[in-house]
């Protein structure tokens, strides 16, 4: 059903893995994971601006929040109206709700296909043999295995710590399980404490927008609460007793760096804008006695448009006079 996007997904990792091969080797362990790395980069890269989009509209509704609740109160009786004038306000600020929707509705198809295109090069329930002979989308039978007999530090990338012991003993040489869990376990632990890490962030994020003074309020400041442990879990639980490849657990991990890395860029540059905007819009003068006060920068000061300033009127006068008294004497 979502062969529109396993093709095009697996399309940009072969192209990946023959930029990294040409320069490594076409059967390089490494070769094969930097694919799946800039796989993976690629995808998000492309998400970048829908992401400030999605921030954007997020702060900028933040600062409507009191403006909401009046309407809600306004129009509790009146379901229709609060809408219109909801969608009014936000049009009026420039909110785009499905812009802020974008990025979930985009990224979570996108990635569904990625975990599938690179699960299927390690078909459960078939043999090694049995998967190097079925191409994978865009890659030839050669190609998968090739993936499948490549390494990264002595373990396979198709490998998985809970894979059988005939399974692991069905690749081009023999794999010892501790070399699988040697590779694994700091993938999953560094994918664990990445994921912990962003989802604290966008914990505190959630926490710094006002709540409705409802009864779900306190149900959603718990859930955001304990989001940051529960989702580490779910990678660490997967990563150790599910069948998630080496190259699943790359992806998990190179997705959770970006996302921190991303976060923090993104919203530290937004935040300067917000500075500045602020510094840009009010300057603080000193008063002839007492504090400084804190006057408007934008037009301040400026006469309306076609008016002499206060010392231009008063020069063109003297020198209207000037000229009235020279007249005078002729």
């Known amino acids: 059903?979502?062969?529109?996007?396993?093709?095009?997904?697996?399309?940009?990792?072969?192209?990946?893995?023959?930029?990294?091969?040409?320069?490594?080797?076409?059967s390089s362990g490494v070769a094969w994971a930097l694919s799946?790395?800039?796989l993976v980069l690629t995808l998000r890269a492309l998400m970048i601006r829908p992401f400030i989009s999605q921030v954007r509209s997020g702060r900028k509704l933040r600062v409507l929040a009191p403006q909401l609740a009046e309407l809600r109160k306004?129009?509790?009786?009146?379901k229709q109206k609060l809408v219109e004038e909801t969608q009014r306000l936000q049009r009026e600020h420039g909110v785009n709700m499905m812009g802020g929707c974008l990025p979930m509705l985009i990224q979570a198809p996108?990635?569904?296909?990625?975990?599938?295109?690179?699960?299927?090069?390690?078909?459960?329930?078939?043999?090694?043999?049995?998967?190097?002979?079925?191409?994978?989308?865009?890659?030839?039978?050669?190609?998968?295995?090739?993936?499948?007999?490549?390494?990264?530090?002595?373990?396979p990338l198709s490998s998985y710590i809970?894979?059988?012991?005939?399974?692991?003993?069905?690749f081009g040489a023999h794999v010892e399980r501790w070399e699988v869990v040697a590779v694994?376990?700091?993938?999953?632990?560094?994918?664990?404490?990445?994921?912990?890490?962003?989802?604290?962030?966008?914990a505190r994020q959630q926490q710094a927008q006002p709540l409705d003074a409802g009864g779900q309020a306190g149900q959603l400041a718990s859930i955001v609460r304990w989001?940051?442990?529960?989702?580490?879990?779910?990678?660490?639980?997967?990563?150790?007793?599910?069948?998630?490849?080496i190259a699943i657990l790359l992806y998990w991990l190179t997705n959770n760096a970006w996302t921190m890395t991303q976060q923090h860029l993104v919203f530290r540059r937004l935040d300067a804008e917000e500075a500045r905007s602020a510094t840009e819009g009010a300057v603080s003068?000193?008063?002839?006695?007492?504090?400084?006060?804190?006057?408007?920068?934008?037009?301040?000061?400026?006469?309306?448009?076609?008016?002499?300033?206060?010392?231009?009127?008063?020069?063109?006068?003297?020198?209207?006079?000037?000229?009235?008294?020279k007249g005078g004497r002729h």
């Open 36 to 38: 799946v790395i800039f």
């Open 162 to 170: 809970s894979m059988p012991q005939s399974l692991l003993d069905s």
């Open 110 to 155: 996108v990635f569904i296909a990625l975990y599938h295109v690179l699960r299927y090069f390690n078909r459960p329930g078939l043999s090694f043999e049995q998967n190097a002979a079925i191409p994978n989308y865009v890659f030839s039978p050669d190609e998968v295995r090739s993936f499948l007999e490549a390494r990264l530090f002595g373990a």
């Open 227 to 245: 989001t940051p442990w529960i989702f580490p879990l779910g990678v660490i639980v997967g990563g150790l007793f599910f069948a998630f490849p």
């Open 1 to 26: 059903m979502l062969n529109f996007l396993y093709y095009p997904i697996s399309a940009v990792m072969w192209f990946w893995h023959q930029v990294f091969g040409l320069v490594l080797g076409a």
């Open 184 to 202: 694994a376990v700091p993938l999953v632990v560094l994918a664990a404490v990445a994921t912990h890490l962003n989802a604290r962030f966008s």
């Open 285 to 325: 003068v000193p008063a002839e006695h007492g504090p400084h006060r804190t006057v408007a920068r934008a037009g301040a000061g400026r006469p309306a448009s076609g008016q002499p300033t206060r010392r231009g009127g008063k020069a063109a006068a003297g020198r209207k006079r000037s000229r009235t008294r």
């Open 74 to 78: 306004r129009h509790a009786d009146d």
